[in-house]
């Protein structure tokens, strides 16, 4: 749940809208068609929700899975979420989103005023210190990261890539770069998403020892991404003179 937790962390939403003169309660997440299978293995796992397809602009496939029945969010998702709570300032989303669900609220002109406030909820070192954190960032993993093979501008050789990109997600990277001891600086564009990409050697092998040892595993396409990249990597004597390389995931 924890890992769960982690991938709705990026690519989910607790959302309160109108709909007519009454307010819709909907927790969602939507991922790349890729991850069909993920998304109907989370849905096994919850035991509720409803599964849809859209195409988005430029012929991309996206995959959702929403949960809008009162009952369903408050027996079996609101348990997860407290257990759990979500790291970066989407809890004030979350937080907003049971108050309203548990006081009954039902009228959308009884839904006070909501914007969600811009004052970090955590530290970089709470983050680090909750016990869920491993699995949470398993779940992080698989919504928003890549691993890369490529070959640089003006080189011949191979280099291994990892790279996290979340949005408004300033502290969560600087957690997630101390926490897997990278060195590499943290980069940020003009639409906010801040970027940290490793290709070390030794980023590298803290990568795969984080993922091989993580109290969960990837369940998405992320782990068939994974699974060619460590394959891949046995070919790049770079990493194979100084890493054991894992012959199996």
Excluded at 103 to 120: A, F, K, V
Aim: net charge positive; with cysteine.
């Amino acid at each position: 749940m924890a890992y769960l937790v982690g991938l709705i962390e990026e690519d989910g939403w607790f959302s309160v809208t109108k709909k007519g003169k009454y307010v819709m309660y909907e927790l969602g997440i939507e991922l790349s068609i890729k991850d069909v299978q993920l998304i109907y293995k989370i849905k096994d796992l919850l035991g509720v929700g409803i599964v849809s397809f859209r195409e988005r602009k430029g012929g991309f496939k996206k995959v959702c899975l929403r949960v809008r029945n009162k009952s369903h969010l408050i027996n079996f998702l609101l348990p997860i979420f407290d257990k759990y709570p979500l790291l970066s300032n989407k809890q004030y989303d979350y937080l907003r989103f049971k108050y309203a669900l548990l006081s009954g609220i039902t009228l959308y002109e009884n839904l006070p005023h909501y914007t969600r406030p811009t004052n970090p909820l955590n530290s970089v070192e709470f983050i680090l210190s909750v016990p869920y954190f491993s699995a949470w960032l398993i779940g992080f993993i698989e919504g928003k990261s890549c691993f890369s093979i490529y070959k640089p501008n003006n080189s011949n050789s191979l280099v291994a890539s990892f790279e996290v990109s979340p949005t408004n997600g300033e502290l969560l990277i600087t957690a997630i770069r101390n926490y897997l001891s990278f060195t590499q600086n943290v980069t940020v564009d003009s639409t906010n998403h801040f970027r940290i990409k490793v290709s070390s050697v030794r980023a590298i092998e803290n990568v795969m020892k984080f993922i091989q040892k993580a109290p969960v595993k990837l369940l998405g396409h992320k782990k068939l991404q994974y699974l060619l990249w460590i394959k891949e990597l046995r070919s790049i004597e770079r990493y194979t003179k100084k890493i054991n390389i894992p012959q199996k995931y």
